[in-house]
């Protein structure tokens, strides 16, 4: 936890902010070993990054005197990463890598070879999604949190949200076999979509293309999921 992050409902006046939380209430204990007088990054959700000295750290409490927190968080990425479902475990990972790479879109997507059961998942819990995406803030120093939708048909998808989510992006489709290398340093805004393990059946990949999707691939190396992720987040931005 490289920021504590709080909540606006924290942050008692301009000068004091007081969690009640175990996580962090643990993390500052047993991983920072915060003791009264240390000053450590701050930050509050949805809004800025500063510094605060602990005034107090009890059993069931922590309170700091804030030092401003009017310091922006790093910029997101101009992407919206569109992700086949992945199975739950690598789910809470896949959540955490980009939100901590600074991904503030992400749809989450059913396609043929993503199981059903997975829709199931306690990691779609909205409270569990909400967990991962705060411990990828925390990571990285970030306030701001992503937005997460869902969408459970493959051909909806596409008939009815892709085309306004094309408006004004660059539409790039990651899957092995692909003709185009991944490019480098776009910068620009972009709708990424990333298949789910056994990758896209031929019929998606034919549909996104026909879209108006590019198709790009990372090389001959089969990747997990998450490992992709962040590779191809850290090579087109």
Same mark, same amino acid.
């Not at 993503?114 to 990285?140: C, F, M, N, R, T």
């Not at 970030?142 to 408006?167: H, I, M, N, S, Y």
């Not at 660059?170 to 776009?186: K, S």
């Given at each position: 936890?490289? &920021? ?31 003791? /009264?007088?240390?000053?450590?990054? #701050? ?15 009890? *059993? ?21 990463? /569109? ?19 600074? /991904?503030?879109?992400?749809?989450? #997507? ?34 701001? &949190? ?6 459970? *048909? ?18 790039l489709v990651a899957h092995p076999g692909l003709a185009q290398a991944c490019p480098t340093g ?18 998606? /990949? ?18 997990r999921v998450e490992t992709a992720i962040v590779a191809l987040l850290a090579r087109l931005f």
């Amino acid at each position: 936890m490289n &920021l504590i992050l709080l909540t606006p409902e924290e942050i008692r006046d301009e000068r004091l902010a007081c969690l009640r939380d175990p996580r962090r209430l643990r993390h500052l204990k047993e991983v920072h070993r915060a003791k /009264v007088g240390d000053r450590l990054t #701050l930050g509050v959700v949805g809004g800025g990054i500063g510094r605060g000295e602990l005034t107090l750290l009890s *059993g069931d409490e922590a309170r700091f005197t804030l030092e401003g927190l009017d310091t922006p968080p790093p910029p997101a990425l101009p992407v919206h990463l /569109v992700l086949a479902l992945p199975r739950p475990r690598m789910l809470a990972r896949s959540l955490e890598h980009m939100t901590a790479m600074g /991904v503030k879109q992400i749809t989450l #997507l059913h396609t043929r070879r993503v199981e059903k059961s997975y829709w199931q998942s306690p990691e779609l819990d909205p409270a569990k999604i909400h967990e991962h995406l705060v411990l990828g803030l925390e990571q990285a120093r970030d306030t701001q &949190l992503p937005e997460v939708t869902l969408a459970k *048909g493959f051909r909806p998808f596409v008939e009815e949200r892709l085309p306004t989510l094309l408006e004004g992006r660059r539409g790039l489709v990651a899957h092995p076999g692909l003709a185009q290398a991944c490019p480098t340093g776009i910068g620009t805004p972009t709708l990424l979509f990333i298949g789910p393990e056994g990758g896209f059946i031929p019929f998606e /990949v034919e549909r996104l293309l026909a879209a108006g999707c590019e198709g790009i691939h990372l090389g001959p190396r089969i990747l997990r999921v998450e490992t992709a992720i962040v590779a191809l987040l850290a090579r087109l931005f």
